[in-house]
């Protein structure tokens, strides 16, 4: 009797009674998710692969442009900064050649009197002046006093002088920039310090 009444009252008969249950619905839950066949499951798998192969070969074709691009554009950029080096070398050539022009009419002019020779030779100065400044060419000529810069002048002797000390005397040779760059240092001498 205890052995009749132990299946229909006791747990562990219900436990069992309980697993295929939850078996049951593991395998509904999971059978909407997964294909219900291996072959299923192996065609959705193929399709996933296929799909990821076409993103990857389009990210490498988009690599691949990019890569083009940028090597175009590089290009283009060493060919403009080329073209303007010999555009920029022919404006400032350009520039001179009315200097060169005044310099041999000078020169053609046979019979000129001093006070010719010099009016010319000042008009050509002007000229090329003006196209050296034009192409950013500008002087670098310190007046009396003013403080000694080693990155615009070079000293070439200290002499004693009633002014300040590491300041300009005289200029010896006028210095010139290029667009802010030293072509060459102006020579100066430079006052002691007492």
Same mark, same amino acid.
């Not at 291996?38 to 988009?62: C, G, H, R, T």
């Not at 590491?166 to 010139?176: A, C, D, H």
């Given at each position: 009797?205890?052995?009749s009444t132990?299946? #229909? ?5 219900e436990?069992p009674q ?5 078996d049951a ?7 909407s998710q997964?294909?219900?066949?291996? &072959?299923?499951a192996?065609?959705k798998a193929m399709s996933? +692969? ?6 990857v070969? %389009?990210?490498?074709?988009? @690599?691949l442009?990019?890569?083009?691009? +940028? =090597?175009?554009a590089?290009?283009?950029?060493? &060919?403009?900064v080329s073209k303007?080096?010999k555009?920029?070398? %022919? ?5 001179? =050649?009315?200097?060169i022009?005044?310099l %041999?009419a000078?020169?053609? @002019?046979?019979?000129?009197?001093p006070e010719q ?19 950013k060419?500008l002087?670098? &000529? ?5 403080k000694?810069?080693p990155?615009?002048?070079q000293?070439?002797s200290m +002499?004693?002088a #009633?002014?300040?000390p ?9 210095g010139?920039s290029i667009a &802010?760059?030293?072509l060459r ?7 002691q310090?007492?």
């Amino acid at each position: 009797m205890s052995e009749s009444t132990q299946p #229909e009252n006791s747990q562990p008969s219900e436990a069992p009674q309980d697993l295929p249950q939850s078996d049951a619905q593991h395998q509904d839950s999971q059978g909407s998710q997964d294909p219900a066949t291996p &072959e299923e499951a192996l065609a959705k798998a193929m399709s996933e +692969v296929a799909i990821l192969q076409a993103k990857v070969s %389009e990210l490498q074709d988009q @690599f691949l442009r990019g890569q083009a691009d +940028v =090597l175009n554009a590089r290009k283009r950029a060493d &060919e403009e900064v080329s073209k303007a080096r010999k555009f920029a070398l %022919e404006s400032f050539a350009e520039s001179l =050649l009315p200097v060169i022009d005044s310099l %041999e009419a000078g020169l053609a @002019f046979k019979d000129a009197t001093p006070e010719q020779i010099m009016e010319g030779a000042q008009a050509t100065l002007r000229q090329l002046k003006s196209a050296l400044e034009r192409n950013k060419v500008l002087a670098i &000529e310190p007046a009396t006093g003013t403080k000694f810069d080693p990155h615009q002048h070079q000293a070439i002797s200290m +002499v004693p002088a #009633e002014q300040e000390p590491n300041t300009v005397v005289s200029v010896l040779q006028k210095g010139y920039s290029i667009a &802010e760059r030293i072509l060459r240092p102006a020579l100066v001498t430079v006052s002691q310090s007492n």
